[in-house]
Structure formats: C-alpha cells, structure tokens
C-alpha cells in the first residue's frame, strides 16, 4: 500500500481549519453568553445600588410640655424635687423605635433658683425635661411664646443645661457666636440640621443687642440660617412656633411662612403654639405638620381640644439628593387626670376606654379628620 503524503497533508490542513472554526465559533458563543448573563444580572445590580444609595431615618413628633401648676405640683416628691416619668409609661413603647423623637419645651427649664412657676410666666423644674430625655427623646426646640419668661438669666440657665446633654437643640443661645453655629448632625449616613424659631414672645423685648437669646423668626434671618448650610446637609428640619391660640385653622401667616421655607429648600417643618392640633399638609415637597397641640399640660378646664395632642412618625428617605416621606402614621394622645386634677398621665387613644374618656372612639375619628383634612386658612 503506498501512502500519499501530499493527500494526508492536507487533510491534516483541512482538519487543523476545521478545528479552528469550531474552536473560535465556542468562544463567540460563550463570549455571548457571558455577555447575556452580565446583561441579565444587570438590574439586580442596579436594586443593590439602589439600596446602597437609599438612606433613611426615621422621626417621631409630639407637641408641647406645657407645664402647669397642676401638673408639677402632681409629680412633687417632696425636698424640692420631681419625678414626672410616671405620666409617660404609655408613650415609650410607642417612640423607643425611632431615631429621632422630638418634643416642644414649651415652658423654660429657667433654674430652680429663680422659683418654678406656672402660668403666666413659667418656669419648669429640671426633671421635666431629664424624664422626657430618659424616656428617649432627644431632638427638642426651645424657641418659643414662653422663652423670655424668666429674662435673660433664665434663658442662659437653659442654654447650659441643654449644652451637657446628648440631645439636638436650637431656639436659645448664649451669644451671637453660638447661635451663628448651625450644628449639622448625622444619623443613619444623613447629613441634617434642626432649626427652631417662635413668631412672638408674649411682648417681652428681647434685649437690645442680645437677639442671640431667643430665635425670632423673620424671612430674612431665615435665609441667612438656610442658606448657610443648605449645601452641607441632606434634610432641615424647622420647628415653627407660630399661627393662633386654640383654633384647629392654620392662619393666613402660617400658609406664607410655610410656602417661604419651602421655597428655601426646608424638607420638613413642625409647628406649635396653637395648643391644639391642625392639618398635616404638603407645601410643594414640604411636609407640614401645623400643629401638634399639646403632649402634656393642665389645661383640661378650657375644653377637650386642649388635652388632646398628636403624635406624628415617618420615616425620611434620601435618594439621588432628593427627600420624601414614607410610613406617614399618625396617633392621638389623651391627658388624663382626675376630677381634682391628679395622677396625671399621657394615655394613646388606642390604649383608652370609655371609663376614661366617654365615647372616645368617636373623639378619635373626629380629631383624625381634622389632622387629615384638606388645608383651609383663616
């Protein structure tokens, strides 16, 4: 048998090119196949992104500590002190979750030296607000009607005794240093700063060239405020102590103001004052929330409106720079006390009976609508 080497020769070739095509169309079909696993895997990538770049807190609201006579005369234990975490077993369940929880100090942590005192000119004891602080809240605003109460001694005692505390606070300040100093905070990587002002101080003068004392609220003082740190910080949040005594109406003023610091760049904005509760309302991508009414106070004698307050939660989303508000929930809070205005104590509406307050669901469903309903103004 003779052999052909030329013949073998190239079918040797014709094998090696065969080889070769098959080899080359495996890796374009595996390289597309790579390239469609990649491709499908994609928006699962983009979800962890999303995740990554979504931050969120969340905040809880109740309204005023306004501590009357009643009241601090029922949490006396005797040798010049107080113990008012009694009133409040109700409501730690409810806030403990939250990373924010904030509360108005309605009336002034003056100094006892300067003798506690009630309406009209309050000072409250220390252990007011050293139980609200036990009890977990720690974002409070100390600008208000009642600031002024006890002058500018009483305001410097309370700027001190908030300083050593671990808790976020703006309204009062020693200097026009300190108030100048917007502290930016951060929780749960969001950048944030709390600013607070009153529209009035019961007609006390602030005195001349200490405006520092107490946040007074003007447009043009909030720009400066705004506008200093509104580039550092993710969400401002501004505590409004603002619109009309005992009236569920947010007043034409309160509409302006809130519409301006929308327009500055506020994301959220807490009000008091009213002693009443109000709408819960959005001014273009702020939320508002008018009125929280009163958390705690004595004033049971002027009607049920005065010891029903508000307790709003939700949580506040940051995503791709923009804010929004998500798990809006909203309770109702009850100040109890006895017929001779004893064992006074903040009960939800969930936690009530009718042997506490007569026909209070239906209460409930009428102060829910107003906290719901669609924004009307005086």
Do not use: C
């Not at 003779?2 to 079918?11: A, H, R, S, T, W």
């Not at 080899?23 to 390289?31: A, C, E, G, H, K």
């Not at 007074?216 to 720009?223: I, R």
């Not at 798990?327 to 006074?344: I, M, R, V």
């Amino acid at each position: 048998m003779v052999i052909n080497m030329k013949k073998i020769i190239v079918l040797f070739e014709i094998l090696v090119i065969l080889l070769s095509i098959s080899t080359s169309t495996y890796l374009i079909v595996i390289n597309n196949k790579n390239k469609n696993v990649e491709y499908e895997e994609l928006p699962e990538y983009n979800d962890y992104q999303e995740k990554v770049t979504k931050k969120s807190m969340s905040l809880v609201a109740v309204g005023d500590a306004l501590i009357h006579g009643a009241v601090y005369q029922d949490a006396y234990i005797g040798n010049g002190n107080y113990d008012f975490s009694y009133m409040f077993t109700d409501i730690k369940p409810l806030i403990e979750n939250y990373d924010l929880k904030y509360y108005n100090q309605e009336t002034i942590i003056g100094g006892k030296n300067l003798g506690v005192s009630h309406y009209p000119t309050f000072n409250s004891p220390d252990e007011i607000a050293l139980n609200l602080i036990d009890l977990g809240f720690n974002v409070v605003s100390l600008a208000n009607n009642h600031t002024l109460d006890k002058g500018e001694k009483g305001i410097l005692y309370s700027v001190n005794f908030w300083r050593d505390k671990n808790v976020v606070v703006n309204g009062q300040s020693d200097s026009q240093e300190d108030r100048n100093n917007i502290k930016i905070y951060e929780m749960n990587g969001i950048k944030y700063a709390f600013l607070a002002y009153t529209d009035g101080t019961n007609g006390i003068k602030v005195p001349s060239g200490k405006e520092y004392l107490v946040n007074v609220y003007s447009n043009e003082q909030a720009k400066i405020d705004i506008e200093s740190i509104r580039d550092k910080v993710d969400v401002i949040i501004v505590s409004m102590h603002w619109g009309k005594e005992y009236t569920h109406i947010p007043t034409k003023t309160q509409k302006e103001e809130a519409q301006y610091l929308s327009s500055l760049g506020v994301n959220l904005i807490i009000g008091s004052h009213p002693h009443v509760i109000m709408p819960v309302s959005y001014v273009g991508d702020t939320l508002v929330i008018y009125s929280l009414g009163n958390f705690i106070s004595g004033q049971r004698p002027l009607g049920l409106a005065k010891i029903i307050g508000l307790m709003v939660g939700m949580d506040i989303v940051v995503e791709d720079e923009k804010v929004s508000f998500e798990n809006l929930d909203y309770k109702l809070l009850y100040t109890y006390s006895t017929a001779n205005y004893k064992n006074y104590k903040v009960i939800p509406f969930e936690n009530l009976n009718d042997d506490i307050l007569k026909n209070y669901k239906e209460i409930e469903k009428e102060y829910m609508n107003i906290v719901t309903s669609e924004v009307v103004y005086d």
